[in-house]
């Protein structure tokens, strides 16, 4: 950890109350890594006193530029936005612990003699829901970099709270799901994770070449991938076999890294196995975010333990195996 006062570059409304903020300094990417935090101290003076914590959004390729989304809720935030290119802010960084990647496996000797290290490609699941999208995105950047195959299932209240849908296409197939129904899936994340069969691509209705429905009309409400912002519809009703019996599906996938309000969270921990390799990262208000005050305290489930039964978000934090915390 250390103090930066990296320059702004941007600061930008992107979603009802969503802010993007790019920040110019050195990040190098083996210190500021995915699932990491920021506490941003958002005012120029003493009030609010308390820093925020802020997840990592993206780095570039190059490390001169870091990006954070963040909601604009309170003081601390307001003051925030009205930060303007050129100024500085004063951060401590990088906090907590990162998402563990996809082990690499050895795979023998190459023409020196050294032992070759491959990453065995995996399907990988994000699942983010509201604020909690931003640290996933930077994951999936590192997740498809290394070869892994990616879907997202995004979740927000409406329309208006929605970001970086585009963002995350980039890396592979991409659900969005509203609580009010004004955009995508109606209902949560894990209304929509019921629902993917699979992950595989064929398996996948597009929106824009669905002349022959028939063909994957097999299974009660399939989701189908939005192409843009104009088509809100993303399921369909069972059509050819009224009879047939309505299985609910979880998708193949081999990891799954989330991020959300604890109600989501709690909701993936009852519908995910504890035997799949499953993360989540926690929202947490914080104090000092070194560790020091004790204001971000969480319990550990029965078995997963340390040298003590209670886990400090900012440091043991917050990246935690899925069903390690109690929520």
Known sequence: MKKIF??????????????????EDSFPHDEFKPGKFLHVKCSKGLDPLLRRPMSICDISDDERYLTVLYRKEGRGTTLLSEYQ???KIDILAPLGNNFELPAEYENGENSTGDLQKQCLTKKVLLIGGGIGVPPLYYLGRKLKAAGHSIISILGFNAAKDVFYENEFKSLGEVFITTVDGSYGMKGFVTDALAKIESLNDAEIVDCESSSDRTAHNRTSSRLRRTNDRSVPLVHEDHEDHEDAEIVDWEPSYDVMYSCGPKAMLKALQSRISSDKLAYMSLEERMGCGVGACLACVCNYNEGFERDKNYSRVCTEGPVYKLHEISL
């Open 85 to 87: 290119a050129g100024e």
């Open 6 to 23: 990296p320059s702004v570059v941007e600061n930008t409304l992107i979603a009802d109350n969503i802010f993007k903020l790019v920040l």
